[in-house]
């Protein structure tokens, strides 16, 4: 029987850990997951993950080799493989993740933030397939991004380059806050809780009646407003359309500093398709250069699946080995 090529994926979130045992192809063998609140000490959570990867790995059996640990997380850095002040994890200042997973293994072990996981995921599995210039843009409780140049991933000089959900969409005019520290952050208006601020804000200064006036901002999510917009309830649809004209205002900056051929909306916001995708479009194209006009394709993201998460992580291993071939690893590529 042929040998396997396998990488691990693992999704490290505020919450839950998941990881999965991912083939060339993007199919998981193998997954499962850890409660990462239930663990105070950096070093005891990858000792139990690295013994969780390890039991799983063996569920698949001897004709699996593998070839090194992706791993998505808040603030991750790939230079240094360290998670920094992720203010959302259970572990506070500098995280040196990949050191604690080399004290069990040799192979290769890459850490990055999720967007940028995303982002290679999309060019490995995704709908980004031969794209050599384009950018990913998480949509979730926060703002992500992730930008591919001349078919690489960039990281910048200490490995935070792409951080547009911090950049300011109305400098000095926005008193919104943001979990940042900063005021008028682009994810403090585009983001699952970005679109709740938005609505809020249009009831107090509407007296238009809406099915969602009834609910507290606690009670209120995302996928309600969306709800409701479907439903034709007009204050959830501004909330929408502003929502997606912000975006779509800077996007235009992204497509003039990497003139990208696509940008892709990944995460749960952008499941709200035209809602989204049609005044982030038009708001875009609105703002462009002449020179960019028409040429960029704003697309949903092919990775918008459960997994999503864990495939991405995985192909930061496959995109490693391409630009990196000759890298000594392990002999035998098996867990110990």
């Not at 693992?10 to 998941?18: E, L, R």
């Not at 099915?211 to 507290?216: G, P």
């Not at 995460?267 to 006009?293: Q, V």
Request: hydrophobic share 40%; with cysteine; charged share 20%.
């Amino acid at each position: 029987m042929a040998t396997k090529q396998l990488a691990v994926g693992i999704d490290i979130g505020g919450t839950n850990t998941i990881f999965g045992l991912v083939d060339r192809d993007g199919n998981i063998l193998a997954e499962d997951r850890l409660i990462t609140t239930h663990y105070d000490e950096p070093g005891i959570f990858v000792a139990t993950l690295y013994e969780k990867i390890k039991i799983a790995g063996q569920k698949i059996g001897a004709s699996a080799e593998l070839m090194g640990f992706g791993i998505g997380a808040p603030m991750g850095n790939i230079n240094k493989g360290t998670i920094e002040y992720a203010a959302g994890l259970p572990w506070k200042g500098i995280v040196p993740l990949a050191d604690l997973f080399h004290k069990f293994t040799d192979l290769p072990v890459l850490v990055t933030n999720d967007a940028n996981a995303a982002a290679v995921g999309e060019m490995i599995y995704g709908g980004a397939q031969g794209m050599k210039n384009f950018v990913v843009i998480t949509l979730g409780t926060g703002l992500g991004s992730g930008f591919v140049i001349d078919g690489k991933l960039v990281y910048g000089h200490d490995g935070f380059a792409g951080e547009i959900g911090h950049t300011a969409i109305k400098p000095g005019q926005s008193n919104r806050d943001c979990g940042c520290g900063k005021k008028g952050c682009l994810e403090t208006y585009v983001s699952a809780t970005g679109l709740k601020r938005t609505l809020l804000k249009i009831m107090a200064d509407s007296i238009q009646p809406s099915e969602l006036r009834k609910y507290s901002f606690d009670e209120l999510d995302a996928e309600m407003i969306y709800d409701a917009a479907k439903r034709g309830d007009n204050l959830a649809l501004r909330a929408f359309q502003h929502t997606g004209r912000m975006l779509g205002f800077k996007l235009a900056d992204v497509v003039a500093y990497t003139n990208p051929e696509a940008i892709f909306l990944f995460g749960g916001l952008a499941l709200a398709k035209d809602l989204i995708f049609e005044p982030a479009k038009e708001y875009m194209e609105e703002n462009l250069l002449s020179i960019y006009k028409g040429k960029v394709k704003l697309l949903e993201s092919e990775l918008s699946t459960q997994n999503a998460a864990v495939m991405g992580a995985s192909s930061l291993i496959w995109s490693h080995y391409l630009y990196q071939p000759k890298i000594n690893t392990r002999q035998d590529g098996k867990l110990q």
